[in-house]
């Protein structure tokens, strides 16, 4: 059974940092485009990242462009978000999803459970 499963998420005051894991099993991110995203409670979800297996690049959207690294261990078929200079408007539950296809698309196959990130002021 394919599995998403974030990590790393937490409780941290603005201006700092976190990293989130996204570990996959049953399948390796090889063959898949990689996303990472955003949802707060009664807003739309917000993609922030995409890796492309195919083309070996990763795309940002504004809001993480900058702040937001993604980077990935093959390895350990893991995913990670680094992400700096948290604003308390970066609270949110952020997923990793892998796509139907090797490059980004709007259409994502997998989807992990999120983790919470809470940014204080």
């Known amino acids: 059974e394919v599995q998403l499963v974030e990590s790393g998420g937490g409780l941290v005051q603005a201006g700092g940092s976190l990293r989130l894991s996204c570990a996959a099993s049953a399948f390796t991110f090889d063959d898949y485009a990689i996303g990472w995203f955003r949802q707060v409670p009664g807003k739309e979800r917000e993609g922030l990242s995409c890796f492309s297996s195919r083309y070996g690049t990763t795309d940002y959207a504004d809001s993480a462009k900058g702040r937001f690294t993604m980077s990935s261990d093959n390895a350990k078929n893991t995913v990670y978000l680094q992400m700096n200079s948290l604003k308390p408007e970066d609270t949110a539950v952020y997923h990793c999803?892998?796509?139907?296809?090797?490059?980004?698309?709007?259409?994502?196959?997998?989807w992990g459970q999120g983790t919470q990130v809470t940014v204080s002021s």
């Open positions: 999803a892998a796509g139907s296809q090797s490059y980004c698309s709007n259409s994502w196959r997998y």
